[in-house]
């Protein structure tokens, strides 16, 4: 736990924007995103796991490790997952690439990216990659702190999804609201 902690905000030092966090997220807000997903949602994938936090979470869910995909940008986040959660796929790249990559039929897909952060064309490209590597039906689970959706209605309005709050997370520091973000019409 304390090397996880140590490890992670070397890895902030190294590459302050891309982390964007000295510290991984809480196990309750860990628990909070993976608890949209199950068994049922068939592949799964996770986008800026980081040292793997809610990659753990989302496998106590009952999601197999065959069917869950990582992408972390990180190659020592990346490395670190690789030996942490064997069976997994990882893909050492960005989560906008995830379209090239990997087949179009997920189920979910669960970032603890640091959205807010991205400049705003980088955070659209990014949903619009999740929303096309999943079903029709499928849901993008993201956090966020303060009281900003993962993105302006305008940008919801242009790919054509909705946003609802779920969980808001106080054991987390900050605290953290999670969002869920769908397509308008399935
Ligand atoms: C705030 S940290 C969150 C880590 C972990 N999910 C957690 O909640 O503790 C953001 C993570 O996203 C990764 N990342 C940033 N931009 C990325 C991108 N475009 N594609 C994939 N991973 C990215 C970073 O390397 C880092 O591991």
């Known amino acids: 736990m304390?090397?996880?902690?140590?490890?992670?905000?070397?890895?902030?030092l190294l590459e302050p924007k891309q982390t964007s966090s000295l510290v991984p997220s809480s196990r309750a807000l860990a628990?909070?995103?993976a608890a949209h997903v199950g068994p049922a949602s068939g592949p799964v994938i996770e986008f800026g796991p980081g040292t793997g936090i809610i990659t753990e979470?989302?496998?106590?869910?009952g999601v197999?490790?065959?069917?869950?995909?990582?992408?972390e940008m990180n190659p020592a986040f990346a490395a670190t997952l690789a030996t942490r959660f064997p069976g997994t796929t990882i893909h050492t790249a960005g989560a906008q690439n995830a379209p090239n990559l990997m087949p179009h039929?997920?189920?979910?897909?669960?970032?603890?990216?640091p959205?807010?952060?991205?400049?705003?064309?980088?955070?659209r490209e990014i949903i619009a990659a999740a929303f096309q590597v999943m079903r029709p039906d499928g849901i993008f689970i993201q956090f966020t702190y303060g009281h900003n959706?993962?993105?302006?209605?305008?940008?919801l309005n242009t790919l054509g999804l909705i946003a609802k709050k779920a969980r808001k997370v106080w054991a987390n520091f900050p605290p953290a609201q999670v969002y869920i973000l769908k397509r308008a019409k399935i």
């Open 2 to 12: 304390f090397s996880d902690l140590r490890f992670f905000l070397k890895q902030a």
């Open 31 to 33: 628990a909070a995103m």
């Open 57 to 61: 979470a989302i496998l106590n869910r």
């Open 64 to 71: 197999t490790p065959s069917n869950l995909t990582l992408f």
């Open 105 to 113: 039929a997920a189920g979910a897909v669960v970032s603890g990216l």
């Open 115 to 123: 959205l807010l952060s991205m400049p705003r064309d980088l955070r």
């Open 149 to 155: 959706a993962p993105l302006s209605v305008e940008g």
